[in-house]
């Protein structure tokens, strides 16, 4: 394009006749490095950072109008800057003129999108094609760009729900956990949780088929007690289709999420522990991811649900719960006498006390049961009980011998985690079918029994010392794979020794959000988190309190250091939108190089 005069915005860059020669030529104006092109008798002007991994664009190749990095290929249309592969995100391209032989560049024109709208798009491709780096990307422009993280977790639960057949699963459980402490975490590392959630949802959608979906009734007069039954009904017989229809009905029919809540928690303790006590969990931060995102997406969060219902594996089914004590037909008829027991305790009020907890972590079944019972005629609430249960099965974590087999850590995990998910939920019905749960955890812990025999060394912590270094032993159990102990006595020291709890909740969330951390790590997080919050009195942080984040810490070093592949992804990506240099430790892109740590 050639005029008489120049624009206003455009800035001098190259003589026309130097341009024709070289075929390039590369110029900085206000701080950007432009890379301008001679082809086909056009002029074209694009940022020299490569969009992908910030490759200098000044080594690639033009032919038929194609810009190629010379890096990993990606390939842009050189007129408009959009590439080819969605995975590289397309390059700014500038608007040109010559003026008595002289090229001009506009280094600022008027964008085709805002950048929040940018972000999100970019989000929705890395999530339909499973792109860790356009993932990390999208997390770290979002947020930069003021956008609350709400929206794009919002984003991954709608995704995860329509894009995976097999129904919730471990990332958008994962998804929903980092979002539920993002506010307890450092600003970048609030980046970080977004990307490890967000990643996780992508990588369990692919290679998946889409979730079709079963239309609701159009019958909107069915008491609820009616839905239920048909629900319960439908899971009992392992029919995935009648169930959705039932429980999109329900929600069609403006139930409460109280009463929803109770319609999957009922059918998710029909039968014992489902699926190792995932199939509860799911449940619980699906309902927790309404919270987040809005009930207004229930029915299609919720329908994910229930194949996973349907399908789970029952514990009853299973020698453990049979062999030598029958401990599936124990939890029956405790539960046909519930109804007596709520009854007895309507006017009493309980606590739970020392001798509960020696009673859950009982070596004798018959007296596991009965302090149970025992709790509830006492007038013990569903979610009294499940607390006490849950401080249990913490206890469990935080004796855990590490001469046991190393998968046993899942054990306990999964123990305390459910134990965690059905203390959730009783904060938001108080559903009788819930005490089922209870006794479901209560299990559990007694059959991890083994796992603490013999205990590992109880933290002593002295009150008087250091909390900083306290934080830096922690830090330096994190980077050698086995230093449990030491992990846990660090966190029991820090806060003995008057440490800020936030400041170690941001500690043990930096060190799980920048590992390639697996799906039990992010919740045993913010399950502890949970129940440290539940027993954390008034600035004071007692033992029960403390177990919660030393469980965290004993679990978290049991499985650090990893490769930290993902923080390398998350690192390449924050470095490049902050204009910092990715390739090779030089200036070749023309720009100064950035050597903050993000």
């Known amino acids: 394009m050639s005029q008489t005069e120049v624009p206003d915005g455009y800035h001098e860059a190259v003589e026309l006749s130097t341009l024709t020669e070289s075929g390039r030529e590369l110029v900085q104006i206000d701080g950007t490095a432009v890379v301008l092109f001679h082809h086909e008798g056009e002029v074209r002007a694009v940022n020299n950072r490569c969009p992908h991994m910030g490759f200098p664009l000044t080594e690639g190749s033009v032919e038929d109008g194609v810009l190629t990095c010379e890096w990993h290929h990606a390939r842009f249309e050189l007129s408009c800057g959009d ?84 129904g919730w699963s471990t990332g958008l459980t994962i998804l929903v956990a980092l979002a539920n402490v993002q506010g307890e975490l450092a600003p970048t590392d609030r980046k970080r949780a977004l990307f490890q959630g967000l990643r996780s949802v992508a990588d369990d959608c692919a290679d998946q088929p889409p979730k079709f979906e079963q239309e609701e009734f159009t019958a909107r007069d069915v008491p609820f007690e009616r839905l239920l039954s ?84 029952r514990a009853e089914e299973r020698s453990s719960w049979r062999q030598p004590v029958d401990l599936a037909g124990r939890c029956r008829e405790s539960f046909d006498r519930l109804d007596d027991l709520v009854a007895a305790g309507a006017d009493e009020s309980w606590t739970a006390d020392e001798a509960t907890l020696a009673g859950l972590l009982s070596d004798d079944p018959d007296e596991v049961f009965e302090t149970l019972e025992t709790a509830i005629e006492g007038g013990a609430t569903p979610a009294e009980l499940a607390g006490a249960v849950a401080r249990a099965a913490t206890r469990r974590i935080v004796l855990f011998g590490t001469g046991n087999e190393f998968s046993d850590w899942d054990t306990v995990l999964h123990t305390f985690t459910y134990a965690n998910a059905v203390h959730r939920a009783t904060q938001r019905t108080d559903a009788r079918e819930l005490y089922r749960g209870v006794f479901d955890a209560a299990v559990n812990v007694y059959l991890d029994r083994f796992l603490t025999t013999p205990p590992a060394p109880e933290p002593d912590p002295d009150p008087d010392g250091d909390p900083e270094a306290c934080l830096d032993e922690l830090r330096e159990a994190f980077e050698t794979r086995g230093r449990v102990n030491a992990a846990g006595s660090a966190a029991a020291q820090f806060l003995a020794a008057g440490g800020d709890p936030a400041e170690l909740k941001q500690t043990l969330g930096a060190a799980v959000v920048q590992e390639d951390t697996g799906f039990h790590t992010f919740q045993v997080l913010e399950a502890g988190f ?22 965290v810490a004993r679990y978290a070093a049991a499985h650090f250091p990893t490769r930290r592949e993902r923080e390398q992804t998350f690192s390449i990506a924050a470095r490049l939108l902050r204009g910092e240099t990715v390739h090779g430790g030089d200036d070749t892109d023309g720009a100064d190089t950035a050597t903050a740590d993000d």
């Open 230 to 313: 048909w629900f319960r009904e439908n899971v009992e017989v392992r029919d995935p289709d009648g169930a959705e229809r039932v429980l999109r009905t329900a929600v069609a029919s403006d139930c409460t999420p109280e009463q929803l809540t109770r319609m999957l928690t009922t059918a998710a303790t029909d039968h014992r522990y489902l699926d190792r006590g995932h199939t509860f969990d799911f449940v619980n931060k699906a309902t927790e991811a309404l919270d987040l995102i809005g009930w207004e997406h229930a029915d299609d969060v919720l329908a994910s649900l229930v194949r996973g219902l349907a399908t789970a594996d």
């Open 530 to 551: 949970r129940q440290f919050d539940h027993h954390y009195d008034d600035g004071t942080v007692g033992p029960v309190a403390r177990d919660a984040l030393v469980a």
């Open 83 to 166: 590439t080819f592969d969605p995975w590289a995100d397309d390059v700014d391209a500038y608007p040109t003129t010559v003026v008595d032989g002289t090229v001009y560049v506009d280094p600022s024109p008027q964008r085709d999108v805002p950048p929040a709208t940018h972000w999100r798009e970019r989000l929705g491709d890395g999530l339909e094609q499973n792109l860790d780096l356009v993932v990390a990307k999208a997390s770290v422009g979002l947020i930069d760009v003021g956008v609350d993280p709400t929206e794009a977790v919002r984003e991954g639960v709608t995704f995860g729900t329509q894009y995976r057949q097999g």
